[in-house]
């Protein structure tokens, strides 16, 4: 609607283009109203659906998995179940024992390597920096099961290829343990170089002014600095570690007594619940819940506890 | 600096020291670039004699057999990128929903609580999502969700075979849980980067709110967002034991999406321990079309959320 | 009052035709507070703004003018907690609790943000636009008059006119915030809000944009927050003055035209403000 022919003033555009304005937002509005809270709806009700495999696998974990918890389940081995009684499997402490020596052995030599590895991406701008880089993250992305094809090569079946010899140690815990090390030393790497970057400059850089040498300030100063970023980087990794099956699938061989020696065969946590999983017996299959709940618990109490531990650590330094 | 007599701190002080220490950092990497570098290595090398055997064929032959020492892993290959689609095609909708309710509809004090829920989910070991896959989806996908597909579509492909229990709709549903956490998070991260400002510009002139999220948001975070889906796509292209849970390990071209299927990660995770020496060789040939393939999307899913970060100046 | 202390008046101030509050009335403010939480960031606000002038708030930080502000184009409905009472009218329009949605309300009342917000994924003119396509305009041809009028209105047209394809982060800085004065300008609100739309610039952009205001004020009603006591000098018809109480909630203190706030204001208050004892 124009404003008409007032004393021969024309139309003033603007005018009428805020009247047009109006009419097509009026008209539209409503629509435009009710598609909003329908989208945003459905992306809350996404979010629902996301939660809700968490609630059902947690759900299943505690119903199934919590009535296995017994002092057997922690202290005796497996027995084999009998026609008599195929019930009577015993418990799972040769998994539990052999989960503690592979990623503890693991972590044992992982840990340093990483640490340190970082600290030299964190120092360095060189090429060679930037490359290990690159391959710390290309490595990180690989699937585990690679490690796992790796180190029985390296160590299960030995090695005796150009003019070197590397005995072989067959299955053994220590072929698992070289797996997961393998597989915690990029996460590790990548993680402390972040921790590291994170200390300011300026502390990096006033050990230097006054002389000092550079592994005196990395040792003093640094790695103390960027220690609750560090702890929480390793325990993350060992989190991990933990509860990879793929990587130790078929280097640890088996065992059903408790075995203490990495040189021997393991059983192992992961492994463990992925064979019951898969067995025929009726009452191993319900034992892999119990397995899997006490897995579920110890990485859940690593993965709070690393974060409160650093949180505590970065209060305490105020 | 030899002409001076050394004192007691003098030994902090001299540059001899950091010959020393630059020694070990050198030393420890070079170590581990070493290790790379063999690991590469040995699994090419150990996939030799199998392409020496049987060459290009086996990405593109079709059926794979260590009886008749014929390795074709296309079917395998299709199983893989088969389950990582389904994976994908619920995950990303889910998950950048997810996202946005977590930035835009969440209040504050849900929005950290929400958050760490869904990364719990990361926490959660792949065997035991295998283990939830086999024992309870797979009985609630052979009673109830299959046949209620084939009822729904009329056994019209894909959905027609019997079910099974296990399949690759269960597998690739299984992916969808994994893969979830991190697209989840990962897109968070890169739709509350987008300033809030904008977002206020938007609503002045007049925007609703999902047109916000639309048009502003949603295009503000894409980088991130497609780095987050490259990254999942990259980890559901290599997940081994779940996948090996629920899929039945089947090396042939599975018809419809209740069949048995089979994927690289799987194949060579199962078939390793009895495997003849050719067929071990056959499976590390695998190992390195798994290798180059999760290297190179995980490359670019990297470059994409870093680039996302850098531009918003976090990084 | 003693002429020593009397302000010295730049001769750029704007030319006052006479008391603005004669004139027609575009918004008025009755009993207006706003709280968040419960604890009170503006009280008391009662004033009328001019239609077609250039009403600028002013006073220290923390006095409440942005908050105020802000209620105008509901943007505090996204805060938790947020309550605006009393009425704040738009022509007959009770803007909250006159049954208008928020959304329409905003193409009524336009917003310029203190640093230059432009999408950085769209281009100029889909910048310009973008509040035209949210309201369900897509005709090219009324697309493109709008855009090219805004533009000129935003004295951006020539140096735009033949990039408007080009990202708006290609802009400088003075030009992105004239761009979002565009993108406001082109859903031909009534009135343009302005959240110290300067502050982030260099002097020659600011004084770009303070002449733009002599001419945009024929088209839109102005509100500016300013914190820059010559600005507000120069470009305003009107002035309120707003203090921060000694509960820690702002409060008008005085309404006044610009000549007569910066002259001889009515509140000794006013006058501490003016000569710098505040600020």
């Known amino acids: ?318 | 600096m030899s002409e001076l007599p050394l004192t007691e701190n003098a030994k902090h002080f001299s540059v001899k020291g950091d010959s020393a220490h630059w020694g070990v950092l050198y030393g420890v990497s070079g170590l581990f670039a070493l290790i790379c570098a063999v690991f590469i290595l040995s699994i090419v090398a150990s996939s030799i004699p199998a392409w020496r055997h049987s060459g290009l064929s086996i990405i593109y032959g079709r059926v794979w057999s260590q009886g008749t020492d014929s390795f074709g892993a296309l079917p395998i290959i299709s199983g893989t990128l088969a389950t990582t689609a389904i994976a994908l095609f619920f995950a990303i909708p889910i998950g950048v929903g997810s996202a946005l309710a977590i930035v835009h509809v969440l209040p504050g004090r849900l929005r950290i609580l929400l958050s760490s829920l869904v990364e719990l989910l990361a926490a959660v070991p792949s065997v035991v999502y295998g283990l939830w896959g086999l024992l309870v989806l797979a009985p609630w996908f052979e009673h109830t969700v299959e046949p209620g597909l084939a009822g729904i579509t009329g056994s019209r492909f894909p959905f027609q075979a019997p079910p099974e229990g296990v399949s690759l709709l269960l597998a690739g549903s299984v992916l969808f849980v994994m893969i979830l956490p991190m697209i989840v998070a990962l897109s968070r991260d890169a739709i509350a980067i987008v300033p809030h400002e904008q977002f206020e510009g938007a609503l002045s002139v007049g925007a609703t709110k999902w047109q916000v999220l639309r048009k502003v948001v949603l295009p503000g975070a894409r980088t991130g967002i497609v780095g987050a889906i490259t990254l999942a796509t990259a980890r559901a292209l290599g997940e081994t034991v779940a996948v090996a849970m629920v899929i039945g390990l089947n090396p042939l071209f599975p018809p419809s999406l209740f069949s048995t299927a089979s994927t690289l990660a799987s194949t060579i995770a199962l078939q390793f321990q009895d495997a003849t020496p050719l067929q071990v060789a056959a499976l590390g040939a695998l190992a390195v079309i798994l290798m180059t393939l999760t290297a190179i999307v995980n490359w670019f899913g990297r470059r994409l959320v870093r680039g996302s970060a850098f531009r918003a100046g976090v990084i | ?279």
């Open chain 1, 1 to 318: 609607m124009t404003m008409g022919v007032i004393e021969g003033i024309p139309p003033d555009p603007i005018l009428e283009r805020r009247e047009m304005v109006q009419r097509v937002a009026r008209k539209t509005l409503d629509r435009r109203i009710l598609i909003s809270r329908g989208m945003v709806g459905l992306c809350g009700v996404a979010l629902l659906l996301a939660l809700v495999p968490l609630f059902a696998i947690l759900y299943s974990l505690l119903q199934k998995g919590i009535r296995w918890w017994n002092l057997d389940f922690f202290t005796k081995v497996p027995q084999f179940p009998s026609l008599i009684d195929p019930n009577a499997i015993g418990g799972v402490s040769n998994a539990i024992i052999g989960s503690l020596v592979i990623d503890g052995i693991a972590a044992l030599f992982a840990i340093p390597i990483g640490i340190v590895a970082g600290l030299f991406l964190a120092e360095s701008s060189s090429k060679f920096s930037s490359m290990l880089r690159t391959t710390a993250e290309i490595m990180t992305g690989l699937p585990s099961i690679l490690l796992g094809i790796f180190a029985y090569q390296m160590i299960v079946i030995g090695f005796d290829e150009w003019g070197v010899k590397l005995p072989g140690i067959g299955f053994s815990g220590i072929a698992g343990s070289f797996a997961i090390g393998v597989l915690m030393i990029p996460v590790i790497m990548k993680a402390s170089e972040t921790a590291l970057r994170g200390v300011p400059a300026p502390i990096r850089e006033a050990g230097l002014a006054l002389g000092a040498r550079r592994s005196v300030i990395a040792r003093k100063v640094v790695i103390p600095t960027a220690l609750p970023g560090l702890i929480t980087a390793v325990l993350l990794a060992f989190s991990r570690a933990v509860g990879e099956t793929a990587p130790i699938l078929w280097v640890i061989g088996a065992s059903n007594i408790v075995e203490w020696s990495p040189r021997k065969e393991m059983a192992s946590m992961p492994l463990q619940i992925f064979q019951s999983a898969t067995s025929p017996y009726v009452a191993l299959r319900e034992e892999a819940w119990g397995i899997a709940l006490f897995l579920v618990f110890v990485v859940l109490v690593i993965n709070l506890g690393s974060r409160l531990f650093a949180a505590w650590l970065q209060r305490e330094r105020r």
């Open chain 3, 1 to 279: 009052m003693d002429p020593s202390t009397m302000i010295r008046v730049s001769t750029e101030m704007s030319d006052q035709e006479g008391d603005p509050r004669l004139g027609p009335i575009s918004m008025r403010f009755e009993d207006v507070s706003v709280t968040f939480h419960g604890r009170t960031a503006i009280r008391d606000v009662a004033f009328e703004v001019p239609k077609n002038k250039v009403t600028s708030l002013i006073g220290p930080s923390g006095s409440g003018k942005t908050t105020l502000l802000r209620a105008i184009n509901r943007l505090h409905d996204l805060t938790k907690g947020a309550v605006v009472s009393g009425s704040i009218r738009l022509g007959d329009t009770d803007i909250y609790k006159g049954g208008i949605p928020a959304t329409l309300l905003r193409t009524r009342v336009g917003m310029v943000f203190q640093r230059p917000n432009p999408f950085p994924t769209m281009s100029i003119f889909d910048n310009v636009v973008s509040g035209l396509r949210f309201n369900g305009i897509r005709k090219k041809s009324v697309l493109e008059e709008a855009a090219e009028s805004a533009l000129v209105a935003a004295a951006l047209w020539d140096s735009v006119s033949n990039r408007l394809k080009a990202h708006a982060s290609t802009l400088s800085g003075g030009e992105q915030q004239r761009l979002c004065i565009a993108r406001a300008l082109a859903v031909e609100p009534e009135v343009l809000l302005m959240d110290e739309p300067t502050s982030s610039l260099d002097p020659i952009s600011m004084r770009l944009i303070e002449e733009l205001l002599g001419e945009l004020k024929s088209r839109v009603t102005i509100v500016i927050v300013t914190h820059n006591m010559q600005q507000a000098a120069r470009v305003s018809d009107l002035c309120a003055f707003f203090l921060m109480g000694n509960d820690r909630a702002g409060e008008q203190i005085e309404v006044a035209p610009t000549k007569k706030l910066f002259s001889e204001p009515d509140d000794p208050r006013t006058l501490d403000y003016i000569q710098g004892r505040f600020g």
